[in-house]
């Protein structure tokens, strides 16, 4: 009888364990206080409005120290604990060879996901019934994400992926396939083949604070998906609008984004 | 599986459309249609729309752009700029601008309403417009390539006005019909039956045409199913290397 009940407590105390091991990104979400979104005139919860990310997540998703125009950083990857990138051996090799200078962003290519959502610059949601759009003002990108059951289009190799997305409570969950093997995670070279499997989650955590959570996974590249945790804040500037940002050759011959020089 | 649009295939759709394709008027609603609605009270534009009748033209001033009246010295800015394909924004992957996005490419496009914006995305070169319908008005100090639009309903009629263009010339077809920063836009977008948007553009360019240019075009809904895809134009675009700049060098 007390083998038993001991056994009981056991097996709920290891379980408990077990779950704080496996998710660490939802045990701590459980004690911070996340507000009901409003509703949208369809009755979805209400995301809509112009976004920021702030922080140097561009620049190098893991902990850095401070570099030139960089400041240093805290890793915003929230699991692994340790916030580095569970890259399998030769993938590590690999980013550790990268130089910056080949950064895709640097011609002017979407910069894929999750990167979009951290590149400089703001984002806006827009929702319609059974939809999601968001357009990033990097390189007027856009993506529609349906909210209704579709499925996806596989084996595209698409800059910006096929995404599908569902409501859990107020959180918006987004699911992405078919990208390709060209957009990095970040400046310094953290990359992913085209079995890049994200799943993002959109929280409102307060009226200007809304929390971005997108799950990694990419068998040929990680031992294991991973997870990074951003926070973008709201504008609510009068008069602020995404603003247009085409890339064209200035007079010196070298690409230019129209939204960072114009100020 | 390359879903991936480029500029090759882009330019030779161009050429057979332009050329096969002889402008269909909007017509407007004479049967009774009457557009169903959101629960703003607007009429419900949304879905996946293409111009199936009018394509790009080859040619400078014909189809639907044979209504622009230039100014002589225009007249002869539209022929130099005609040898100078590397000027053309589209041949850049950069925009085909307004009302050239509509005119131009035979791609498709999203409009989705969200209460307080229309926001239209375009397949091409992966542009987007977000139109403001709050009654909210032009900016001072603002200009894009794509001007400043802002929307407001006359009936079941979304009437887009855009003005704010960036300095310089914008391609309308690869004949290099053109309109300049002056041009003041005024776009109509109204249901016509179930799968038709009549598209009414009018453009006055007080530094380019005699008098303001009306082009009308249907727009058509796409099959239930389709959805926009990713319209990557610079991305991975080679056949730029082969546009070559007044100065020799080449473009990339």
Redesign the interface.
């Known amino acids: 009888m007390t083998s038993a009940i001991l056994r009981l407590v056991w097996s709920v105390f290891a379980t408990a364990l077990l779950m704080l091991l496996i998710d660490p990104i939802q045990a701590p979400a459980q004690t911070e206080k996340t507000i009901a979104a409003g509703l949208t005139p369809d009755g979805e919860p209400d995301l809509r409005g112009i976004w920021e990310v702030h922080g140097t997540a561009n620049w190098n998703i893991e902990g850095h120290p401070a570099g030139k125009g960089v400041a240093a950083s805290k890793s915003v990857i929230v699991d692994p604990l340790d916030g580095k990138i569970p890259y399998q051996p030769s993938a590590l090799e690999k980013r550790n060879a990268m130089t910056l200078s080949a950064d895709p962003e640097t011609k002017c290519y979407m910069a894929g996901v999750p990167r979009a959502t951290y590149t400089p610059g703001p984002f806006q949601i827009f929702q319609s019934a059974g939809m999601v759009i968001i357009v990033y003002q990097d390189l007027h990108t856009y993506r529609y994400i349906p909210t209704t059951p579709r499925p996806q289009i596989d084996g595209a190799d698409f800059w910006m992926g096929s995404s599908r997305g569902h409501w859990e409570k107020d959180t918006l969950v987004v699911d992405s396939i078919s990208f390709n093997d060209q957009t990095w995670l970040d400046r310094v070279g953290n990359f992913h083949s085209n079995e890049l499997h994200v799943i993002e989650r959109y929280t409102l955590k307060g009226p200007k604070t809304l929390q971005y959570v997108a799950r990694i996974e990419d068998p040929k590249v990680f031992t294991k998906p991973w997870s990074m945790r951003l926070i973008a804040e709201r504008h609510s500037e009068p008069g602020f609008r995404v603003m247009e940002d085409e890339c064209i050759r200035n007079a010196r011959g070298v690409l230019e984004h129209t939204a960072r020089s114009a100020k | 599986?390359?879903?991936?649009s480029s500029l090759s295939r882009y330019l030779l759709l161009a050429l057979c459309v332009g050329a096969l394709a002889a402008p269909l008027l909007a017509q407007t609603s004479k049967t009774g249609f009457s557009a169903p609605h959101l629960?703003?009270g607007h009429p419900d534009l949304?879905g996946l729309w293409k111009l199936v009748a009018s394509g790009p033209s080859p040619r400078a001033g014909s189809g639907i752009f044979s209504g622009m009246e230039y100014f002589p010295a225009a007249l002869t800015a539209r022929d130099e700029l005609s040898r100078q394909p590397h000027q053309d924004l589209v041949a850049?992957c950069?925009?085909a601008s307004v009302p050239g996005s509509t005119l131009y490419p035979p791609y498709p496009s999203?409009i989705?309403?969200?209460?307080s914006?229309v926001?239209i995305?375009y397949e091409f070169a992966?542009?987007?417009r977000?139109i403001p319908v709050d009654g909210s008005p032009h900016?001072k100090n603002f200009a894009?390539?794509?001007g400043d639009s802002r929307g407001h309903w006359e009936g079941d009629t979304l009437v887009v006005d855009v003005t704010n263009f960036s300095k310089g010339k914008r391609w309308l077809n690869m004949g290099a019909d053109y309109l300049d920063e002056n041009s003041h836009v005024v776009e109509r977008y109204t249901l016509t039956n179930p799968d038709t948007i009549g598209y009414e553009v009018t453009v006055e360019d007080p530094t380019v045409l005699v008098k303001p240019w009306t082009a009308r075009v249907n727009l058509t809904r796409q099959p239930k199913g389709d959805?926009?895809?990713?319209g990557?134009c610079?991305?991975?675009e080679r056949d730029l290397d082969h546009y070559v700049s007044d100065d020799g060098?080449k473009?990339k």
């Open positions: 599986m390359k879903i991936s629960k703003d949304q850049q950069v925009t999203l989705v309403q969200d209460g914006f926001v995305m992966h542009d987007v977000i900016p894009a390539l794509n959805q926009i895809l990713e990557a610079r991305e991975g060098k473009l």
